[in-house]
């Protein structure tokens, strides 16, 4: 199948027009944005085309940093991740974390099979581990539709946990207050759905995740 060249100035061309319309309504606009950011979330979101964060929750550019992967994770190792998380937290200092997954995932949905899928498989690990973490709830479930979205919900949870678990965010509770939350967008209806998971202290953790001595320590998870 050949590439589409028209697509590609299609993108070019809204730009302008997005470019054409902010200055229309806000001649100075742009100079303040090129002065700096200074947003007041980390959104941690799927790579899915179709879950954008400044689009469902119509936020204006500098007012979420982002981040997405497949499945919305939060890994220790992946320094990525943890490096978007550090800047976040000690250099912008955002006040709320956001790990949002959606309905449908296709990287959960995967995970759910036993199919080889090469690489990916090194990912999708991590999300076969909350499965099994969970089997006996999830098994439980007859229907294989409500099987995904609860582990899809699972997941964003386990996300959560694992951002309450690393010694950047333990330091920054040492200092200020810092909310990790948890959401799912169902595409279907367009809603973010609120998990009503909020962990802001190291109390909400098993003792063994708490680091001790942490105020002048390296920040590497």
Not at 32 to 59: H, M, N, Y
Request: aromatic content about 8%; some cysteine; proline content about 2%.
């Amino acid at each position: 199948m050949p590439v589409s060249t028209e697509i590609y100035q299609k993108m070019l061309a809204q730009n302008e027009q997005w470019v054409a319309s902010r200055t229309e309504r806000d001649a100075e606009y742009f100079s303040r944005l090129s002065k700096g950011q200074s947003p007041k979330f980390l959104w941690i979101g799927c790579a899915d085309s179709r879950v954008g964060a400044e689009e469902i929750t119509q936020a204006e550019p500098g007012e979420v940093f982002v981040h997405r992967n497949i499945a919305n994770l939060v890994v220790h190792t992946d320094l990525n991740v943890m490096s978007v998380v550090q800047y976040a937290v000690e250099v912008l200092h955002v006040q709320h974390i956001v790990v949002c997954g959606h309905y449908g995932c296709g990287g959960v949905l995967a995970a759910m099979k036993q199919d080889d899928l090469g690489l990916v498989n090194k990912w999708l690990r991590n999300i076969k581990e909350v499965y099994f973490k969970h089997a006996e709830r999830l098994d439980g479930l007859e229907n294989e539709q409500e099987r995904a979205d609860r582990l899809v919900e699972l997941n964003v949870i386990e996300q959560v946990y694992n951002l309450a678990e690393t010694s950047i965010v333990q330091r920054a509770w040492q200092r200020r207050e810092v909310n990790i939350h948890g959401w799912v967008f169902d595409m279907k209806t367009g809603r973010i759905k609120d998990l009503n998971v909020l962990v802001n202290d190291p109390e909400s953790l098993h003792p063994v995740f708490r680091f001790r001595n942490i105020e002048n320590g390296n920040s590497e998870d």
